[in-house]
C-alpha cells in the first residue's frame, strides 16, 4: 500500500498552521506557479517547494511518492510539448505540473483529513440552503479515505483465498466475490455509522466547526 | 434498565424472534445460543438499528421506535468486523469523530481522546492510519471509540471472533472490567463466567435465562 495521500504527523509550523489558511496558500500557490513562465523562476519555485518540504520535515521518500503517479503522464506531456514548442517551454509546462501536485502532496501529509473536512463543511456551509449537508459531503470524503486500504485488504484476501484454493490466472474471477465482500462490508459499515450516531442531525446538539485557533 | 416486550421480528422469509419478553437492569448480561438462533437480531434491538415489527423495546424509559436517535446516544454498539466500525482514517481522528456533535471544545475533545487512549492501551497511537493496525488493536480502536462518547450501555456483538487467543482475553478482560453496563452476544462462554445473567437463544426464541452456569449447561443441552 503506498503511504500517498495520508497525514505524515509532525509538530513542524506547516503541521500547525489552520487547515484552511494552509488551502488558501495552495490554491495561491498554483496559481502563481501556473502565471511564472522563465524556467529559471520555476527553478527558483523549485527550491522553496523543496525547502517547505524540509521545513515540515516529509521524508523524501514520502514527497516521492505523492509526485510518482505523475511519472508516466509527465513523461508524456514532455514528449508532446516537445513536438509542439521548444524545450525550455516544454520543461517548465512538466515542472509546474509536478510542482502544483508536489505542494498539494505536502498540503496533505501535514494536514489531517479531519481537519480537511471541517473546512470543506465550512465552505459548503452556503449551499445548506439549497439542502446539501455539508457534513455529510464530509462524512462521504472521510469514507472514501479510510474505505480504499479496506477494499485494498478485501481485494487482497480474496486474491489468498483463490491461490489458496490452487485457481491463478483469470483475474476476472476474483471480481463477484470481491464485489460480494465490499457490499457486505458496506452494509455493516452503514450500521456502524446508524450506530455512532452518524446519523444525527447537524443542530440536534450544537455542532461547532470553529476549530481555528 | 432495558425492557422487552413480547417482540416479534421477521428478516426476510424467516421469523428471526418469536415472541421474545425479558427486562434487565443487571451490570453484565451474557447473550448466547446457536448460529442463527437470533442473538444479532436481539443486540440490535437494543440500540434501535432494528425496530421490531411487533413489540416494544425501551431503554431506561425511551423507547427505541420513538426515541432511536436518543437510545443510540445511551447505547453504544460494538460490532464483530472492526474494520467495518472505524470511520476515519486515523485512529485519533476515528475516536473524535463521535464527539464531532457533542458540543464540547476543541481542546476537551482532544483530552477525552488521548485519555480513553492511554486507558486502553493505545496510548501515542493518535495519528496511526487505521488500517495498519492489528486485528486486536482495531477492535480496541473500536471500543474506545464506542466508550469516549460515555454511553450509560454497550452492546457487544461478538466483538472477540475475529481476534487471536490472546487479544480476546484482553478485550474479554477489558469488557467485564467496564463500569458501564454491559450485553455481550458471544459463542466464548469462558466470558461469560463472571457475569450476572446470561439469556440462551434457540430458534428465534428466549428459552433460557438465568446465572452463567445454569445458562450455559441450558445451552449445551439444547446442542446435545
Ligand atoms: N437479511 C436477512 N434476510 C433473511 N434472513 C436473515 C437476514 N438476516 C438474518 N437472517 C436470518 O435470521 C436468523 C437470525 O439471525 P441472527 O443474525 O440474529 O442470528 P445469530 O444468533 O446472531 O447467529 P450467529 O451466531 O451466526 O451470529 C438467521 O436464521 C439468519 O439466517
Ligand atoms: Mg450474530
Not at chain 1, 469514507?143 to 490452487?166: D, F, K, N, Q, S
Amino acid at each position: 500500500m503506498s503511504p500517498a495521500g495520508l497525514y505524515h504527523p509532525g509538530a513542524s509550523v506547516l503541521h500547525r498552521l489552520p487547515a484552511g489558511l494552509k488551502l488558501a496558500g495552495l490554491a495561491a500557490g498554483v496559481t502563481g506557479l501556473l502565471l511564472l513562465d522563465q524556467l529559471w523562476w520555476l527553478g527558483a519555485a523549485a527550491v522553496v517547494v523543496a525547502a517547505l518540504h524540509a521545513v515540515a520535515r516529509v521524508p523524501a521518500r514520502l514527497a516521492l511518492a505523492q509526485v510518482r503517479p505523475l511519472l508516466w503522464f509527465g513523461a508524456f506531456l514532455l514528449g508532446a510539448q516537445l513536438l509542439l514548442t521548444d524545450w525550455q517551454r516544454a520543461l517548465s509546462v512538466v515542472l509546474t505540473l509536478v510542482l502544483s501536485v508536489a505542494l498539494a502532496g505536502l498540503v496533505t501529509l501535514t494536514t489531517r483529513v479531519s481537519a480537511m473536512l471541517d473546512v470543506a463543511e465550512t465552505l459548503l456551509g452556503p449551499l445548506r440552503r439549497v439542502g446539501v449537508r455539508p457534513d455529510r459531503v464530509g462524512l462521504v470524503l472521510a469514507l472514501t479515505i479510510r474505505g480504499v486500504p479496506v477494499i485494498a485488504g478485501i481485494a487482497g484476501t480474496v486474491r489468498e483465498a483463490h491461490h489458496a484454493r490452487g485457481s491463478v490466472g483469470r483475474p476476472w474471477a476474483l471480481l463477484v466475490p470481491v464485489l460480494v465482500r465490499v457490499l457486505r462490508h458496506a452494509d455493516a459499515l452503514g450500521d456502524a455509522l446508524a450506530a455512532r450516531g452518524a446519523d444525527d442531525e447537524p443542530g440536534s446538539r450544537h455542532g461547532t466547526s470553529s476549530d481555528r485557533p | 434498565m432495558i425492557t422487552v416486550e413480547d417482540v416479534s421480528h421477521r428478516l426476510g422469509e424467516r421469523l428471526a424472534l418469536d415472541r421474545v419478553s425479558v427486562d434487565f437492569a443487571e451490570h453484565r448480561v451474557g447473550v448466547i445460543g446457536a448460529n442463527g438462533s437470533g442473538k444479532s437480531t436481539f443486540a440490535r434491538l437494543l440500540n434501535g438499528l432494528i425496530v421490531p415489527d411487533s413489540g416494544r423495546v425501551t431503554v431506561d424509559g425511551l423507547s427505541t421506535a420513538r426515541d432511536g436517535k436518543e437510545v443510540r446516544r445511551k447505547v453504544g454498539f460494538v460490532f464483530t468486523d472492526p474494520d467495518a466500525q472505524i470511520v476515519m482514517p486515523t485512529v485519533a481522528e476515528d475516536v473524535a469523530f463521535g464527539l464531532r456533535r457533542s458540543g464540547l471544545p476543541r481542546a476537551e475533545i482532544t483530552r477525552r481522546v488521548s485519555d480513553v487512549l492511554d486507558r486502553f492501551g493505545l496510548g501515542g497511537f493518535d495519528d496511526r492510519p487505521a488500517h495498519l493496525l492489528s486485528g486486536g488493536e482495531k477492535q480496541l480502536l473500536a471500543l474506545c471509540s464506542v466508550l469516549v462518547t460515555e454511553p450509560a450501555t454497550v452492546v457487544c456483538d461478538e466483538p472477540t471472533t475475529l481476534l487471536d487467543l490472546r487479544n480476546a482475553r484482553l478485550i474479554g478482560a477489558l469488557l467485564a472490567g467496564l463500569a458501564q453496563r454491559i450485553v455481550l452476544v458471544t459463542h466464548d462462554l469462558a466470558m461469560l463466567a463472571s457475569f450476572d445473567r446470561v439469556l440462551v437463544f434457540d430458534d428465534g426464541r428466549l428459552v433460557g435465562d438465568d446465572v452463567p452456569a445454569v445458562a450455559v449447561g441450558r445451552y449445551r443441552e439444547l446442542m446435545g
